[in-house]
Structures are given as structure tokens and as C-alpha cells.
């Protein structure tokens, strides 16, 4: 079993910043893409974004902009990094390695003021 550990999550006012970290195993998280993907209540698990192994990005079309994906290969961990967050945005953030069962547990992303 993998385990993905994702943190970072919580409150924020609009118009805040977050960033969202997961942590994988060094084994898998080398040669993975990693996806973050969000759901918000009573709505379907949404692509954010992806990147891969080696660093290139591509991005939902609502997400570009204000949402960015990095990865520390030496940390085996993938950033998201969110800013200008508005109410829409409140949902539970997953992340994920491409083209496999493997998702981390979800953290919950808030913002209200």
C-alpha cells in the first residue's frame, strides 16, 4: 500500500493564499506524475492540475493563473500553491499519482471570512 500524506489545509480569508503539500514514497514519487484534484460538497472530484516527473505542468483551464504546481523530488513531496482563493474554491484537495489507485487521504480547504 502507498500512502500519500497530504497537509496545509484550512481556513482562509478571500482573496488568501494557501499551499497544499503531499508527501509519497521515494520509490514511486520519482518516475510518478502527480495530480491535485478537488471536490466540493455535492459536487464531483475536479482536476486541478498535474505534473510531471520531470517537472512540466498543464493545468485545468479555470485553475490557470492563480493555482501552481511544484514538486521536491530530494522531499518526495508535490506543492500546490493557491492564491487569491475565493469562496468557490472551498472544497477538499486531493492529491494523487497519475495512472494509479494511489490518493491521498484529502484536506479540506475553507475560505470564509
Known amino acids: 500500500q502507498v500512502q500519500l500524506v497530504e497537509s496545509g489545509g484550512g481556513l482562509v480569508q478571500p482573496g488568501g493564499s494557501l499551499r497544499l503539500a503531499c508527501a509519497a514514497p521515494?520509490?514511486?514519487?520519482?518516475?510518478?506524475?502527480m495530480g491535485w484534484y478537488r471536490q466540493a460538497p455535492g459536487k464531483q472530484r475536479e482536476l486541478v492540475g498535474r505534473?510531471?516527473?520531470?517537472?512540466?505542468?498543464n493545468y485545468a483551464d479555470s485553475m490557470k493563473g492563480r493555482f501552481t504546481i511544484s514538486r521536491d523530488n530530494a522531499k518526495s513531496t508535490v506543492y500546490l500553491q493557491m492564491n487569491n482563493l475565493n469562496s468557490e474554491d472551498t472544497a477538499v484537495y486531493y492529491c494523487?499519482?497519475?495512472?494509479?489507485?494511489?490518493w491521498g487521504q484529502g484536506t479540506q480547504v475553507t475560505v470564509s471570512s
Open positions: 521515494g520509490w514511486i514519487f520519482s518516475i510518478s506524475a
Open positions: 505534473i510531471a516527473s520531470g517537472g512540466r505542468t
Open positions: 494523487h499519482i497519475e495512472d494509479s489507485s494511489f
